[in-house]
């Protein structure tokens, strides 16, 4: 968080502006000039927004306060006299050229629209400030006013989602009913017959038929989204679809969305899902393929995509309770998302493949820079996904120092949790009180973990009941009164269902929550697929080491390496391979790629 705070925001904000994604909002554009702006640089400018305002809200800071708000002021500057607002389409009209909503299917117009509005609501719950909340409340208004299914309105929804989620956040900042409904709208036209991408083509003077995406599974659009059993498509316009599917469903007590989430939950968590949270494994779509296509060289698993995946486990975990969504949370956040930025946070991933020859690397900035700032949004929020509570209970889903101010009941509490997890199983929790409250505390029991003991102010807990994934202490709490929770974390090779073709006869090694990885920092071996982890292999000794890629836990063990000897001027032979041991080091999957450029590899040969 402080990389992301000191580094990150200000070297993305510097990008955004060399770039003339700021200037842009001047709509000084000239139709002679090269460079027009892009169709989803909004988004991007959207983004470092969202992300600079949770960082202002732990950690106020004037002249980045000062910068949002010169920035927010040139934002509503720029916005059309009926509300509408977006750079691209802006500096268009300014020279007649009024093309507004006349391809949603693909130039991201609501999504930009659903950005700023995420942008609006995050700024004002920093700091106060109406500007950007009231500029984005009009936009949509507007919006609204043309989107729907009364008599002159058009019956659309964007090809990138993204809105729906955001005016269901702008509805819980205004408690306006109007942006819940449009957020419903939305949702529950996509998809409909007849079509209204087909629609709108023809319109245009193009034929649907050459969409270049063939149909529209490719953005959830196939179908009705209740009628959607298998996730298809773009996997980050999936998730934030699902996302916002899994908040209508809570707000509006609409059953029928949940079902639909849990189905297509088993679809991507326990069908598509990489080992390290990401998903996506095609880059033809940027998104999903079939059950169990996971290939892990080639995997495209964007940042974006497993960010997608956090907010969406995130809010069914919300509405449920039940641990499997915090596992998934928890396993995209700590190897899937957290990836994505370099040590020194100024290198970013787009792809997130699980093996490389080499040449993969994080780069400064990209074109389509939708990752940099989305996992910078969500390293800033990420307090946010630790506690949840309710009258009578407060659960603890992810581990990590740090302290939280909040209330139970009628009663408000610090909590603060001191542990060196996910480094080692052990949590120390300390209920700073005001007054003895009966309630639940809930400790998150993480899927990977076998066993684990619980103490209360340093007295063993017995017949601990765990349910949902979840460990329930109900008792009369006092006022400093300390949870010992100790999470058994032995080093574990994990096996991928034989369905996943490659990964037959391979293991992962995994720790905790943390997927590890070999490096070729680490193991001169080249190629790294020479290693053969011994069937049954436990011999892997974790090491802390404060002076390596931050402070890390690396794995230290024996293995066995494929021996090159005799295969001089030959490219076939007719006998055995031959194997001598050889010692491995294994770093977390998370903070590869941050030394010398070399080889890497997830998923090992077992023997
Ligand atoms: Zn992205």
Redesign the pocket.
């Known amino acids: 968080m402080e990389v992301n705070r000191q580094v990150t925001l200000p070297r993305e904000y510097e990008l955004c502006e060399t770039t003339g994604r700021i200037a842009a909002w001047d709509l000084v554009w000239e139709p002679n000039q090269p460079n027009p702006p892009h169709i989803f640089w909004d988004s991007d400018v959207a983004k470092w927004i969202e992300a600079a305002s949770y960082s202002l809200a732990t950690h106020p800071d004037s002249e980045l306060s000062a910068q949002l708000d010169r920035l927010i002021a040139k934002i509503a500057a720029a916005q059309a006299p009926d509300g509408y607002l977006n750079t691209h389409y802006l500096a268009f009209e300014k020279h007649g050229l009024d093309r507004r909503f006349t391809n949603l299917r693909d130039t991201h117009e609501l999504y930009c629209a659903g950005h700023l509005i995420e942008a609006a609501v995050a700024h004002y719950q920093a700091t106060g400030q109406r500007t950007l909340l009231k500029t984005l409340g009009r936009y949509a208004d507007y919006i609204g006013s043309v989107f729907g299914r009364e008599e002159g309105q058009r019956r659309g929804y964007c090809g990138h989602e993204e809105i729906e989620l955001a005016l269901v956040k702008l509805y819980r900042v205004t408690h306006e009913q109007r942006y819940l409904q449009l957020a419903h709208y939305f949702v529950d036209e996509r998809g409909r017959q007849p079509h209204y991408y087909d629609q709108e083509a023809m319109a245009r003077g193009v034929d649907p038929r050459t969409y270049h995406f063939g149909g529209y599974e490719y953005m959830q659009a196939h179908c009705a989204v209740r009628e959607q059993t298998v996730v298809t498509g773009h996997a980050?316009r999936a998730m934030y679809l699902f996302s916002a599917m899994a908040d209508l469903a809570g707000e509006m007590d609409d059953e029928s969305l949940l079902t639909a989430c849990e189905r297509l939950w088993r679809s991507v968590c326990e069908e598509r899902m990489y080992l390290t949270g990401g998903i996506g494994p095609a880059a033809s779509n940027e998104g999903f393929t079939a059950a169990y296509d996971l290939p892990d060289e080639t995997a495209y698993a964007?940042?974006?995509?497993a960010?997608g995946l956090v907010f969406w486990n995130h809010r069914l975990l919300q509405l449920t309770g039940e641990g499997r969504y915090a596992d998934v949370m928890e396993r995209a956040l700590y190897n899937g998302t957290i990836s994505g930025v370099s040590l020194d946070g100024r290198r970013f991933f787009?792809e997130k493949p699980l093996a490389s020859n080499g040449h993969h690397h994080r780069q400064d900035w990209?074109d389509?820079?939708?990752?940099?700032p989305?996992i910078a949004r969500l390293i800033a929020s990420v307090g946010g996904y630790f506690y949840s509570t309710r009258e009578d209970g407060l659960w603890v889903h992810l581990y990590a120092n740090g302290e939280a101010h909040l209330r139970v009941g009628s009663v408000e509490m610090e909590l603060i949790q001191a542990t060196n997890y996910p480094w080692d199983g052990t949590v120390g929790l300390t209920l700073q009180l005001a007054q003895p409250q009966t309630f639940t505390v809930y400790l998150r029991i993480p899927c990977w973990c076998e066993s684990f003991t619980v103490e209360v102010n340093s007295a063993p807990v017995s017949n601990v009941t765990v349910h949902h994934g979840y460990a329930a202490l109900s008792r009369r709490w006092q006022p400093d009164d300390r949870i010992t929770l100790t999470l058994a974390m032995p080093v574990e090779l994990v096996r991928a269902n034989p369905a996943v073709r490659p990964m037959i006869g391979r293991a992962a090694i995994q720790r905790g929550p943390i997927v590890y990885c070999l490096e070729g920092a680490d193991n001169p071996i080249a190629p790294l697929d020479r290693i053969a982890l011994p069937e049954g292999h436990t011999a892997l000794k974790p090491e802390y080491r404060a002076d390596l890629l931050g402070g890390v836990t690396i794995l230290r063990g024996s293995a066995l390496a494929l021996e090159e000897a005799g295969w001089e001027g030959r490219l076939y032979r007719a006998q055995a391979d031959t194997y001598a041991p050889v010692e491995i080091v294994a770093v977390p999957y998370c903070v590869w790629d941050n030394r010398e450029p070399g080889e890497m590899r997830v998923w090992l040969r077992s023997k």
Do not use: G, I, K, L
């Not at 389509?368 to 940099?372: F, G, N």
């Open positions: 980050v964007e940042t974006c995509a960010v787009y990209f389509c820079a939708c990752c940099p989305n």
